[in-house]
């Protein structure tokens, strides 16, 4: 078997399309101590399963060193591979409580592998959660320890991981200041996103490694613009029901009761 040099992001981080030098799936973080236990967060669609295996054991990092398999959260762009994945590696899977329940059933709605109106029917493999976690808990991936963050927002169940000076910030925020889509129907919460990205901001983090497109260095003055767009989204119909209100809707009634004419 041919080995390939590592290429680690941070010591004990490797991230598998930089590793590979490819776009492959979203971000699949593989992190490690010096004995080669491991994990990785998110594996990405089931297509992607075997290139990204092969490239693990490529790496010579022992399949049954394989501590578990950690969703960042229950979207199929990240976890519709878990599946399979957990078959090869014979390992188990970790996750938020309110991402079990997608993952468990295979929920199509909920991940987003159904999207009627787009024409978007994916498979959803339903794969059982042996350890949840919650926000303080701590994964051990040999001698590392995982800090979880529960980050909400982009979807309830959004966990993000802490290891020294680096935050796995899964779709919280992306390095052009986007952020994970904002979808009524996904269980989207504008202000939780926003509690979220304060927290982020407020943290001595010093390096983002978010879910897809590269990793960034923390910028509190771009965390800030981000969430001040995301206030703005707070009072804009444009987000239905994750908006909190419309202030066009007050104004109306007000002109209705003047009676006011178009002008």
């Not at 990785?40 to 092969?54: F, N």
């Not at 990092?61 to 590696?89: E, M, N, R, W, Y």
């Not at 927002?153 to 680096?166: E, I, V, Y």
């Not at 926003?194 to 260095?217: T, Y």
């Amino acid at each position: 078997m041919a080995i390939l040099k590592r290429q680690p992001l941070f010591p004990h981080v490797i991230e598998l399309n930089h590793q590979a030098q490819r776009r492959i799936s979203c971000g699949v973080y593989l992190i490690y101590d010096d004995d080669n236990n491991w994990t990785l967060i998110d594996i990405g669609y089931e297509d992607a399963v075997d290139e990204c295996l092969e490239i693990v054991r490529q790496l010579d990092f022992p399949f049954s060193k394989c501590v578990t398999l950690i969703a960042s959260h229950a979207d199929v762009d990240h976890i519709q591979g878990f599946a399979k994945a957990k078959q090869i590696l014979k390992t188990t899977i970790t996750s938020h409580p309110l991402a079990a329940q997608p993952l468990e059933s295979g929920d199509k709605l909920m991940t987003y592998a159904e999207i009627s109106a787009q024409d978007i029917h994916l498979e959803m493999p339903s794969v059982k959660v042996e350890r949840l976690v919650n926000d303080g808990d701590r994964i051990r991936v040999g001698s590392l320890e995982l800090e979880v963050w529960h980050t909400p927002g982009h979807t309830s169940g959004q966990l993000s991981f802490r290891l020294g000076k680096l935050l796995f910030s899964g779709d919280n925020l992306f390095r052009d200041g986007c952020v994970g889509a904002i979808d009524a129907h996904h269980g989207s919460s504008i202000p939780d996103f926003i509690k979220s990205l304060q927290r982020i901001r407020a943290s001595d983090v010093e390096w983002l490694l978010p879910s897809h497109g590269p990793v960034f260095r923390k910028d509190n003055q771009f965390i800030d613009r981000t969430i001040a767009r995301l206030e703005t989204y707070l009072h804009m119909a444009d987000f239905g029901t994750c908006a909190v209100d419309w202030p066009l809707m007050d104004q109306w009634e007000r002109e209705l009761v003047d009676g006011k004419m178009p002008s």
